[in-house]
């Protein structure tokens, strides 16, 4: 898309497109490195962008998360501090409503 100026003119690139001298030309986003734990990344054109392939033991967008043996997904610890305070906010919820409920009846 392109600007007119005063006797210039201005162009940006479209997402997933960055200027590469008067042209747009598809953004490597594999460069930032996005893989982690030893994925390989594909570029892709817009729309897709990229794509993580992750090692063995290891899925996700970006290859974050570890498999166990089973299959089964191994929680992050972000995943269990936010779990827990879930849990321990409606227990709270729970203890305020059953003191509430007891002090109207009496």
Known sequence: ECVDLWNEYECTCPGGYQKSGPQCVNANECLWHPCQNGGRCRDYAPPK????????GYTGMHCEL????????TPSKDFIIALIACVSTLILLVLVFVVYNRRRES
């Open 49 to 56: 962008k990229y794509e993580c392939v992750c090692p063995f």
């Open 66 to 73: 570890e498999l166990l043996a089973s299959g089964v997904l």
